[in-house]
């Protein structure tokens, strides 16, 4: 990227579509679930044992950064899921990937699984300044740009308020790393704060939830990475929600790494958020 040039001048979103495409006919092209459960016997950026699928699905999001770093001058360090960090010039702008949020539902044959990517000129989710999430199962395009609101199959997220039962609990509350250890160990603080529990199964799909209120909340019941969440947090808090990673002075101060660093958790007021943060996580 030139001196001349912006972050948000660079073409982002159709680099994004464009991959999404290829997703998708990665999937196509392996519909079933023996098809999507061969792994390639390596393990990713983050630890996890690579699908054949996540490899293929990396590789369509890479085609297209190399063609903006090629034809548009963009100059960034990619922070992908698979292949770690691979710098293209500028170690400044962070482009944070995970080709597949949701791999478990994906390789199953679930719905809830997405592509998501997201642009920062720093470090941390407050530095994020792009965000894209695909969401493969309603094919449903989620997006934001700082300070220009968020949208949903391009229309303006307008986000009704949460809803609560009689006693003051949020009515729908998602919730992500869903081992039952983990449940078991947070169940009396989710009795506290949630009326009924969702597990989607994918933590960018569950936050693009509280930016529409499809959920009143979520939260994570152990630590999650930054290519998880870096894209569908700036979607929430585009959309007029708010977002904290842990109990901290600074709630978006979790860095855009592969390793995990702190439990996110949303809501659509900091009330509800302040309640979500107490929810035990590991």
């Keep these: 990227m030139s001196a001349s040039t912006t972050l948000l001048e660079i073409d ?48 369509a999001v890479f085609v297209e950064l190399q063609r903006l770093y090629d034809e548009e001058g963009a100059r ?25 949020d949701g791999s478990m539902n994906a390789k199953r044959g679930l719905p809830s699984h997405a592509l998501s990517i997201a642009v920062a000129d720093g470090p941390t989710m407050a530095d994020v300044a792009f965000a894209y999430v695909y969401d493969m199962g ?17 229309a303006p997220i ?3 308020p949460e809803r609560h039962d009689r006693a003051g609990r949020l009515e729908l509350v998602a919730i992500e790393s869903a081992d039952p250890r983990w449940v078991a160990a947070s169940s009396d ?14 933590i960018a799909i569950s936050l693009c939830a509280v930016a529409a209120t499809r959920v009143d909340g979520m939260v994570s019941l152990r630590r999650c990475r930054g290519v998880d969440a ?11 929600g708010v977002v904290a990673f842990g109990q901290v002075d600074d709630p978006l101060a979790a ?16 009330e509800s958020l302040a309640r979500l943060v107490r929810v035990p996580a590991l």
Excluded at 28 to 33: C, D, F, I, L
Excluded at 230 to 240: C, F, K, M, N, S
Excluded at 257 to 262: I, M
């Design 12 to 59: 982002w979103l159709g680099a994004c579509r464009r991959a999404a495409a290829g997703l998708a006919e990665v999937l196509r092209e392996r519909p079933t679930s023996p098809e999507r459960v061969v792994e390639t016997g390596e393990r990713g950026g983050g630890g996890d044992r690579t699908l054949v699928i996540d490899s293929q699905a990396e590789d």
């Design 76 to 100: 960034f360090t990619a922070v992908s899921e698979e292949r770690g960090v691979v710098g293209f010039g500028d170690p400044g702008v962070v482009v944070i990937v995970d080709p597949i």
């Design 138 to 154: 309603p094919s449903e395009e989620w997006r934001a740009a700082r300070g220009e609101g968020a949208f949903l199959n391009d």
């Design 158 to 160: 307008v986000a009704p």
């Design 189 to 202: 603080e989710l009795q506290v704060v949630a009326h009924r529990l969702r597990a989607i199964g994918s």
């Design 230 to 240: 870096a894209a569908a947090q700036l979607i929430v808090r585009e959309a007029d």
């Design 255 to 270: 860095p855009l790494s592969l390793e995990p660093f702190a439990p996110v958790a949303a809501a659509r007021s900091a």
